[in-house]
């Protein structure tokens, strides 16, 4: 099992420029996350989705958008990257909730955004 | 979500137990207590999770205070592997989203 998976590793990208960040998971999960890390700071929570076809939004939403494209893959977009966009992003995913059970998040190696 | 408050950085010696404290005096009933750590910039990874019992596993043990409102993290013979950033973490069981403090920097000395 590869676990969850992210494309690309490393991104440099202009001001207005857009693109998309790519998470696949193989562990059969049924919920998948975003979040960005700023430099000595925690992880903040941007989307999740707890299951294919819903997403809602988590911590940090404003100036992106994802896509839960089937129960394997979960996107986010940056339609029109700023700055402050600039960061380090960690795709999860976990099992659904289940009775008397926890809900361990495993996460990707991450994409080291840069905005110029 | 209860605030957890954690100290921003320890050092340890190879070999020795390593002892991280988290506060979490505001934690109600049906919260449970998650310890993540962050090696060097990798994802976060999962160690250990408990509601008022303590807890062990193959990475560590979990201590969790009588009235709850304090815990400390175990890892029992410290490596230099073990160097990371340690989060405490309380939220519901099974709870989807995982509210990350900054953590305690541990260092292991060899």
Redesign the interface.
Known sequence: NAG?TQTPKFQVLKTGQSMTLQCAQDMNHN?M?W?RQDP??????IY?S?SEGTTDK??VPNGYNVSRLNKREFSLRLESAAPSQTS?Y?C?S?RD??PH??????????TRLTVL | DAKTTQPPSMDCAEGRAANLPCNHSTISGNEYVYWYRQIHSQGPQYIIHGLKNNETNEMASLIITEDRKSSTLILPHATLRDTAVYYCIVTLEGAQKLVFGQGTRLTINP
């Open positions: 969850v919920s996350y979040y000595g700071m925690g992880l903040r929570l999740y707890a988590g911590e380090v960690f999860a976990s909730k289940v059970s926890y809900n361990e998040q495993f996460f990707g190696p991450g």
